[in-house]
């Protein structure tokens, strides 16, 4: 007879005797360093075969499991131990559960890993304390407690949702437990030292830096989308004509899979390390950066198979209220399905995602806000594809020709158009 779900996981263990009543307090607190609950049955085989425990079993069994579970156990834990019955045979079951990571047992800190119980090195373990939520940002004091928070309330408003500002700071997550105002409260507020970058470089590397623009000193939720916004302009659409009859449209990069990669950038961030994410343009890639790298407890396999594990809890529930997170976990399957897992750089202090350009991009300098819409579109078109022909050009605007012919006049009088070589073998250059 075997017990049910006969396999030993990543939340049971197995032993077949009370003699192995420390090694299965071992596999108990690395189970909770994991994920938060285990169960370690005694009496079992490795295989899931019952066994039984032998010798008297009574309360007076319970009772020493649980102080020895005290004594060894810390922080202290609060398991349940109780007898199962399996026909003639009676095995003993020690369940817990507890998020007050890490936890050792006689001083030995492990993590469980499949069915075994990984030692976590000592380097790791400050790692370990960051997944704990008495760690996290929601609950480290802001230096400032001066904040108000006008912004998010518009936010609030904008999506037609009612607040009461005597709760809101409350149940919005922005206290800690003594009332005073978090990490979290402060990089939302609407003056903070928070500031993230966009910076554009020349070549592939970071050798020589063209632009560098800040998104800061104001609500997280508003800079972050002005930064989105910023590199999602960089666009570029490569229009080509089959025959004169369809067209198909090449963009520069994936505008969902960037969406993605960032939002997900802002709200795992360790706000609490003081170092904001950033975006990085060079000529054939975006990159975008956060700081600190998977969870101690989280494996790769989890983060690919699009597992949530946020350490922002609070962020993620104003997130969510707002409509810019889902918890679903497809960002990074989503990425994965578009730029494949290389798109990420998974490493011990960061996670960068990487976003290949489709093709070469201008990247022009030139501002086209001065312009009308219809001829900073002509531009745009003509700057991605400056081969085409008249007829090409109001096909892909979806203009006439009259019309683009009276565009492109008053595009070369502002100075912004010329014309080098012939009609037949020329090119369109933009300024």
């Known amino acids: 007879m075997k017990v049910n779900g006969h396999y030993e996981t990543e939340t049971q263990e197995f032993k077949s005797s009370l003699s192995e009543l420390d090694k299965g307090i071992v596999a108990l607190t690395a ?54 019955e399996y026909g003639t045979e009676t095995i003993i079951v020690v369940e817990a559960e507890g998020y007050n990571k890490p936890y050792s047992a006689s001083g030995e800190y492990r993590i469980r890993v499949g069915s075994e119980n990984k030692i976590i090195e000592p380097e790791l373990l400050g790692e370990l304390f960051f997944s704990n939520p008495a760690a996290m940002a929601a609950n480290a004091e802001a230096s400032n407690q001066d904040l108000t928070f006008n912004e998010l309330k518009r936010l609030y408003a904008s999506r037609g949702l009612t607040i009461d500002d005597a709760t809101f700071a409350r149940n919005m997550g922005l206290l800690t437990k003594s009332g005073a105002y978090n990490y979290i409260a402060e990089t939302l507020s609407d003056s903070n030292n928070c500031s993230i970058k966009v910076v554009r470089f020349k070549g592939t590397d970071k050798q020589e830096m063209i632009s560098r623009n800040e998104y800061g000193y104001k609500c997280l939720l508003v800079a972050m989308r002005q930064a989105f916004d910023y590199v999602s302009a960089l666009d570029e659409v490569r229009v080509n004509l089959h025959g004169g009859m369809t067209r198909t449209e090449t963009h520069l990069f994936d505008i969902d899979c960037l969406d993605e990669a960032w939002t997900n950038a802002c709200l795992h961030n360790r706000w609490i390390k003081n170092v904001p994410p950033a975006i990085y343009i060079f000529s054939d890639r975006i990159e975008v950066l956060s700081t600190g790298g998977l969870p101690v407890d989280f494996t790769k396999e989890e983060f690919f198979a699009g597992i949530s594990r946020p350490i922002n809890l609070s962020l993620q529930k104003i997130m969510g209220q707002l409509g810019m997170v889902e918890q679903t976990g497809h960002g990074v399957p989503k990425i994965v399905s578009v730029y494949g897992k290389d798109a990420f750089e998974l490493a011990d202090n960061h996670i960068t995602v990487k976003i290949p350009f489709a093709f070469e991009p201008s990247m022009a300098q030139s501002s086209y806000d001065d312009l009308p819409k219809s001829h900073a579109a002509v531009l745009k078109i003509i700057r991605n594809n400056p081969r085409f022909k008249t007829s090409e050009i109001a096909e892909a605007a979806e203009l006439s020709q009259a019309r683009i012919g009276q565009i492109i006049s008053d595009l070369k009088e502002m100075g912004k158009l010329k014309r080098v070589g012939g009609k037949r073998g020329g090119i369109w250059e933009t300024k």
């Open 31 to 84: 189970m909770l360093n994991k994920g938060g609950k285990g169960k370690v049955y005694f009496g079992v085989s490795n295989d899931g075969e019952i066994l039984g425990l032998r010798g008297s079993l009574g309360i007076e069994t319970i009772r020493k499991i649980g102080m020895r579970i005290t004594e060894t156990v810390k922080p202290t834990i609060v398991p349940k131990i109780y007898f199962e």
